[in-house]
């Protein structure tokens, strides 16, 4: 993309109404834009990167045999009164009448048009087990929408339903989701911690939150800090075996982490002194068994082994794909601006050319930029006439990982300079050899 011709709103000033660190550097690269309280436009590149996480989410979800679907934004009041949560759910959830009268709502969440499409289309025990989902918009009318995309009204997120035919069955797809989303958050570069965590109106005994820790998480967190020290890394899981999965799940969550609903000073004060935290995050997700609440509440049953129904055994699962952006901006920023892990970056490298219109400046920044895309790479050429400075700020407020500078005065010794965001280096380098470089790190994630 050629930053010309791109549309990039970037604030000058810091807007008065951001009170972190990922709101104010969202709005100031010309990320989003808020249209009411909690409710925002994704500009080009805030939607961007929403769709690489979602594409990240989709490969992790498919790859542990999880189906994706569809389900609309509104939904009839009927079912959620099937399942008695149409009264339990609270102010948060959006109702309206449509023309002919009928209650609506804008979904909270799908647990039961899941049931409702499963009691529709699945009889037999045969056809268990089964795991469907979704990356669709949500609406909760938060009492106080604030942070950004952290806490919105509309907010974009994945949720997945498990149905199986026993709880054995059902607990491993508990398991299986945890090592997924243990996988998905690296691929972020994450790190996202289950801890134990209260089921809230979902109902259940067995749930997850995963926490990235940020001095600005709106959660109280306890932990033992072993637990920062576990990667899940390139490890190859065989998402079908319950050994492997339970082994993971035993790994991530032996060690004492809790939020501040779960929280046990007794069993805490058990964990050597010098190893125990207290501190702040961010909650990117949740996972769910309630066995078979739903299911008994709304009918959802299969024939069994035996020829007799049974209610089936569920569990939910869901990913702030629009909150993560924000997480992943507290965790990684300076005070220029963003620092994009490369798993996510919108673009993989930024051109700056020193002097546009200098005939050989402006032939080295195309035949870089050809290069790249060659490559099958995403650079970002900035080719506006504008001062150096100028383009050096915007370049370290979007926070691209790898940034090239071309100038005539390097070019008579054959070097452009390729500089690393995060660490702020910058090396010489041949022309060729910096796009080698770059690919390479991409070609090695
Ligand atoms: P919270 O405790 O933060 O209100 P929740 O526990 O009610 O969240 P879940 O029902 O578990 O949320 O939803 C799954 C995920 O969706 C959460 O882990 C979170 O990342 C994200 N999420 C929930 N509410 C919001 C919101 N208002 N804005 C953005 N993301 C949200
Ligand atoms: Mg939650």
Redesign the pocket.
């Known amino acids: 993309m050629r930053l010309s011709r791109y549309f990039l709103p970037v604030l000058k000033e810091t807007p008065a109404e951001a009170q972190i660190a990922s709101h104010r550097l969202m709005l100031r690269a010309g990320m989003i834009k808020q249209s009411s309280a909690?409710i925002y436009s994704w500009l080009p590149m805030g939607f961007k990167i929403l769709r690489k996480l979602e594409n990240i989410v989709h490969e992790e979800q498919i790859r542990a045999g999880h189906i994706p679907m569809l389900m609309p934004t509104l939904q009839s009041a009927e079912l959620w009164r099937e399942s008695g949560r149409y009264d339990a759910y609270g102010p948060e959830m959006l109702r309206f009448k449509d023309r002919q009268d009928r209650e609506m709502l804008y979904g909270p969440?799908n647990e039961e048009a899941i049931t409702d499409i499963f009691r529709a289309h699945v009889n037999s025990y045969k056809d268990l087990p089964l795991t469907l989902y979704q990356v669709q918009w949500?609406f909760?009318d938060?009492m106080r929408?604030r942070f950004g995309?952290?806490?919105?009204?509309e907010?974009f997120?994945k949720?997945g339903y498990n149905f199986d035919l026993t709880q054995e069955d059902a607990l491993h797809a508990y398991n299986r989701h945890l090592v997924s989303y243990l996988r998905t958050y690296e691929r972020m570069g994450l790190q996202a911690i289950p801890m134990r965590a209260d089921s809230?109106p979902?109902g259940g005994e067995n749930t997850h939150?995963?926490l990235v820790l940020a001095e600005t998480g709106?959660?109280e967190v306890f932990y033992d800090s072993q637990i920062t020290e576990l990667t899940f890394g390139d490890r190859e899981i065989d998402y079908d075996s319950r050994e492997q999965c339970q082994a993971v799940l035993e790994e991530f969550t032996s060690r004492y982490a809790r939020t501040d609903e779960t929280h046990d000073e007794a069993i805490f004060a058990e964990v050597p002194e010098e190893r125990r935290r207290t501190a702040r995050g961010i909650?990117?997700?949740?996972i769910f068994y309630f066995g078979t609440k739903y299911s008994e509440a709304m009918g959802a049953t299969v024939q069994g082994p035996d020829g007799k129904p049974v209610p089936v055994h569920m569990g939910s699962h869901?990913?702030?794909v629009?909150?993560?952006i924000g997480a992943i901006i507290e965790a990684n920023h300076d005070d220029k601006g963003i620092i994009w892990p490369e798993g996510v970056t919108p673009f993989h490298v930024g051109i700056v050319n020193l002097k546009q219109g200098d005939e050989e400046a402006d032939a080295a920044c195309e035949s870089l930029y050809k290069a790249f895309e060659a490559k099958g790479l995403e650079p970002l050429y900035d080719d506006r006439n504008e001062r150096a400075g100028g383009k050096f700020a915007t370049m370290d407020l979007i926070g691209l990982p790898w940034r090239i500078t071309v100038g005539p005065r390097g070019l008579k010794a054959g070097v452009v300079e390729l500089t690393c965001r995060r660490t702020g280096e910058s090396e010489e380098l041949s022309p060729e050899a910096a796009i080698e470089k770059v690919a390479g790190i991409y070609a090695a994630l």
Not at 283 to 286: F, L, M, R, S, T
């Open positions: 909690g969440t949500k909760r938060e929408p995309v952290m806490r919105g009204r907010f997120m949720d809230g979902i939150e995963f709106e959660s909650e990117v997700g949740q869901g990913i702030g629009s909150r993560l």
